[in-house]
Each structure stands twice: as C-alpha cells, then as structure tokens.
C-alpha cells in the first residue's frame, strides 16, 4: 500500500546528488544563502522560493534569540517537490521546514512527510487566519502547515479597450459573454480573454464556484477518497467555456508561456481573470504596452445576488517528518510571516497577498494604491472581499496527476474531439480507475 501511495504522490523522483541546501535536522552556516545572527541558537533549515526572502529571513534572525533560520532556495514548484521526493525516498535531506503551495501538502502527508503542527501550536495561531486559508491547510483535525499567501480571484481588465469599445466591464458571467461577443462583433484585434487547458487550479477554480467539490479526503482515513468530477456545476462551467471556444470567442493559448506573457500585456487579452498574486505578475512582465490602463474588477458571478469566492494558489510553511527539532521548526513556520515588517517586505517587495488577518485586515494594506492600477486600491475593491468569503477547498493526494488528467481532457475539448459533458465524465473515469489501481477505496 506504502509504495502505490508514494507514486499517488504525483512527484517523480530524482537522483540523490540533485539535493541542494541544508541537511535534515539542522543547519551548517556554510551552506546557508542568508548570516546566522546567533551561533549558539538552535538553527533551523528551509527551503523556500519566495521573492525577496532573504530579507524575511534577516528580520527573523534579528528578533529570534533561541532559534535562527538557515534558507536555501532548493527551485520553485515542482523542482523543490522533486527534490524533496528524493529525500523523503532516502530518508534523509530534507530540510526542517519547506514551502509547499497547499495544493500539494495531501501529497506529501499521505507519505508521512509532513508533521501534524497540532501538537506544536498550530491552533494557538489558527484565529489569525482566514477560515478558507486554514482549511486549505487542514485534513479533519490535522494541520499540516501554516498558510502565507493566497489567491482570492478578481478580473484584472484593460479599461483603455474596452472604453475603446463601448464595452462595460462584466459583473456577471452572461455579461461576460455578451463582452467577448461584442469585442468581436466590433473587430477589435484581439479577444475578452484566454481559457488556457493547461490552467490548472485556475481551472479547478473555475468549477468550484459554480458549486463543484470534486474531491473528499481526509488524512486520518488515507486509504478512502470521494471522486465526483463530472458534477452539474463543473458541466455547466464546462459547456459556458466551449461555447466561448467554439464561437471563437476567447483564446486556448497555454498559460504562462512566453506568448501568452506577451498577450497579457500587449493588448490581445482585455480581460485577465486573475488571482491576487496577478498583479504582480503583470507588472514583472518585459514589452508591455505602455499605453495601456488597467484596473481590478471582482470576479463575475454566476448569480450576482448570491455570490461565490474562488481562489487559484497559496503557499504554505510545512514542517517536515525529517526535521530533528520539531518545535523549533514549528516556530519557524508559525512565526517567520507573524509580524507586520516582515509582510511589508512580503507585499511591498514580493507582490505577496497576506493571509495573516493581523496585515490582512490592517488599513496599511486596505488603503494601498497601485500605480499600475491607476493607483486603484485594488485590495480595497476586489481582493480583500474575495478573501473573506472564500471558503476553503479539498485537494486529492494526487492532485498533480489529476490536474494533468485534467489538462488531457481540455484540450481533447478545444480541439473538437469531445464535447464538454464527455470530457468530464472521462476524467471522472479515470481518475476512479487511477485511485483505485493506487490502492484506494472509492467513497
């Protein structure tokens, strides 16, 4: 059972030499990226990609006396997973503490990587969060990691062409149908947006807000798992999505390529349906047009009077199964995005949206203006109310291969070759037959 779940996983290993940074169970100050303020506290290691970090970690380092971080960035995303497949594989190497996007952490939990921060504290800590970021990082009564940042989803728009155009930014889904439409009708050059197959949680998202809980799981009973991908609201998500497809009313470029990057900002996509890290992404991007004026919407709803927050990402602090000082990597988790300077850093620094409600709900970060944006308080208008009601969500222990199940199925769509309700229930199929043959019991 062990060996199907290590492959459930989603994490291709590689080998042993690829392991970079700190060893399992503490740190050497050679091999740390960041200066140890205190030699004689005890040092806990991390592997972590986030932005400006370094300067996270020296505020930590400066105001800990009896802890210290030692940080290495070990790759981002899937090249830090990958390494730490290895490690959990060999039993050694990992670090003390990792960040993990909470898609991921019933991936590793399942493989007894992950410690379950209840017995460190973790509910001291839990009024400080949302109640969708704690669920994100909760299996029944376990706690697998302390959130940092999230994705509460808003539409980041071009108000210069859809002035251009006569052209209301949408508010609801039909309304965004009637845009796109009336882009085209009208000839502009480029489309209202991009559906991208490989989008992933953008997708899932998507599904979610029209009602869909495509997975039910909890860690305390491993070897079970509910599958329902194939519900009405992802079907009627779905077939909305592939009319716009097959009308030509949106793009299907992949995502996060470097065409698409250039799309987003040089005018072929007016409107960007985006999370809160959005933003920042936009503004990282080279070639943008410089004429160009955009502004944050929330996200249009399926039913305006009863409306639905959605989120895409969020990363997390985990403590690994290999850390040697589990309290002092739970302190390190808990406290290293716990004060205000360190989330100035985060948000002013990094473009990261705080979970930690104390900067969250602060007037510092309400009132903000983006120059980008027009100097719009885009937290105030949209992101700060998608937070709020966003409830949370149930990730598959192997969401990896189910998002790639997933991506098939779209693409089979674009291109013609199955209708919408069929690509689902394909998925559901095989999803059913993946877990299954993985050693699970279907619910």
Same mark, same amino acid.
């Given at each position: 059972?062990?060996?199907?779940?290590?492959?459930?996983?989603?994490?291709?290993?590689?080998?042993?030499?690829?392991?970079?940074?700190?060893?399992?169970?503490?740190?050497?100050?050679?091999?740390?990226?960041?200066?140890?303020?205190?030699?004689?506290?005890?040092?806990?290691?991390?592997?972590?990609?986030?932005?400006?970090?370094? %300067?996270?970690?020296?505020?930590?380092?400066?105001?800990?006396?009896?802890?210290?971080?030692?940080?290495?960035?070990?790759?981002?995303?899937?090249?830090?997973?990958?390494?730490?497949?290895?490690?959990?594989?060999?039993?050694?190497?990992? $670090?003390?503490?990792?960040?993990?996007?909470?898609?991921?952490?019933?991936?590793?939990?399942?493989?007894?990587?992950?410690?379950?921060?209840?017995?460190?504290?973790?509910?001291?800590?839990?009024?400080?969060?949302?109640?969708?970021?704690?669920?994100?990082?909760?299996?029944?009564?376990?706690?697998?990691?302390?959130?940092?940042?999230?994705?509460?989803?808003?539409?980041?728009?071009?108000?210069?062409?859809?002035?251009?155009?006569?052209?209301?930014?949408?508010?609801?889904?039909?309304?965004?149908?009637?845009?796109?439409?009336?882009?085209?009708?009208?000839?502009?050059?480029?489309?209202?947006?991009?559906?991208?197959?490989?989008?992933?949680?953008?997708?899932?998202?998507?599904?979610?807000?029209?009602?869909?809980?495509?997975?039910?799981?909890?860690?305390?009973?491993?070897?079970?798992?509910?599958?329902?991908?194939?519900?009405?609201?992802?079907?009627?998500?779905?077939?909305?999505?592939?009319?716009?497809?097959?009308?030509?009313?949106?793009?299907?470029?992949?995502?996060?390529?470097?065409?698409?990057?250039?799309?987003?900002?040089? +005018?072929?996509?007016?409107?960007?349906?985006?999370?809160?890290?959005? $933003?920042?992404?936009?503004?990282?991007?080279?070639?943008?047009?410089?004429?160009?004026?955009?502004?944050?919407?929330?996200?249009?709803?399926?039913?305006?009077?009863?409306?639905?927050?959605?989120?895409?990402?969020?990363?997390?602090?985990?403590?690994?199964?290999?850390?040697?000082?589990?309290?002092?990597?739970?302190?390190?988790?808990?406290?290293?995005?716990?004060?205000?300077?360190?989330?100035?850093?985060?948000?002013?620094?990094?473009?990261?949206? $705080?979970?930690?409600?104390?900067?969250?709900?602060?007037?510092?970060?309400?009132?903000?203006?983006?120059?980008?944006?027009?100097?719009?308080?885009?937290?105030?208008?949209?992101?700060?109310?998608?937070?709020?009601?966003?409830?949370?969500?149930?990730?598959?222990?192997?969401?990896?291969?189910?998002?790639?199940?997933?991506?098939? %199925?779209?693409?089979?769509?674009?291109?013609?070759?199955?209708?919408?309700?069929?690509?689902?229930?394909?998925?559901?199929?095989?999803?059913?037959?993946?877990?299954?043959?993985? +050693?699970?019991?279907?619910?």
């Amino acid at each position: 059972m062990k060996s199907k779940f290590l492959a459930a996983g989603g994490v291709v290993a590689v080998a042993a030499a690829a392991l970079t940074g700190c060893s399992a169970g503490g740190a050497d100050e050679a091999s740390c990226t960041n200066k140890i303020v205190n030699a004689d506290a005890t040092q806990v290691s991390v592997w972590a990609w986030y932005p400006a970090f370094e %300067e996270v970690v020296d505020q930590f380092n400066s105001t800990h006396d009896d802890v210290q971080i030692c940080w290495t960035n070990a790759g981002q995303g899937n090249d830090e997973y990958t390494k730490f497949s290895t490690a959990i594989e060999a039993g050694s190497g990992a $670090p003390d503490v990792i960040m993990l996007e909470s898609e991921v952490l019933s991936s590793f939990s399942i493989r007894d990587a992950l410690v379950d921060l209840t017995e460190y504290g973790a509910n001291d800590v839990k009024g400080d969060y949302t109640d969708g970021a704690w669920k994100d990082v909760s299996s029944g009564s376990a706690v697998y990691a302390i959130p940092v940042d999230g994705g509460p989803m808003g539409m980041l728009y071009r108000k210069d062409i859809l002035d251009q155009y006569g052209i209301a930014a949408p508010t609801t889904w039909d309304e965004f149908k009637a845009a796109a439409q009336a882009l085209k009708d009208a000839g502009a050059p480029g489309v209202l947006a991009d559906f991208p197959t490989n989008g992933r949680a953008y997708n899932q998202a998507l599904f979610a807000q029209a009602g869909s809980v495509p997975f039910v799981y909890d860690s305390a009973k491993p070897t079970e798992i509910g599958i329902d991908v194939n519900d009405e609201g992802s079907k009627k998500v779905l077939a909305y999505w592939d009319e716009l497809v097959q009308s030509g009313l949106v793009a299907t470029d992949d995502a996060f390529t470097a065409d698409y990057n250039t799309k987003l900002v040089d +005018g072929s996509y007016a409107i960007y349906v985006a999370a809160a890290w959005g $933003p920042g992404y936009l503004q990282g991007l080279s070639d943008a047009d410089s004429d160009a004026e955009w502004r944050a919407a929330p996200v249009p709803q399926w039913d305006p009077a009863n409306p639905v927050q959605i989120n895409w990402g969020g990363s997390t602090f985990a403590v690994t199964s290999q850390a040697k000082d589990k309290e002092a990597a739970a302190t390190v988790a808990k406290e290293v995005f716990g004060t205000e300077e360190a989330w100035k850093i985060g948000i002013e620094k990094a473009a990261l949206f $705080p979970l930690w409600k104390p900067i969250l709900e602060s007037e510092y970060f309400r009132d903000l203006e983006y120059p980008f944006f027009g100097g719009q308080q885009i937290n105030k208008d949209v992101f700060l109310e998608a937070a709020a009601g966003y409830q949370g969500f149930t990730f598959s222990p192997f969401q990896n291969y189910a998002y790639d199940q997933l991506t098939e %199925e779209l693409y089979a769509m674009v291109q013609g070759e199955k209708s919408s309700d069929q690509a689902l229930d394909d998925l559901q199929g095989s999803l059913e037959q993946y877990a299954t043959e993985q +050693g699970f019991t279907l619910k």
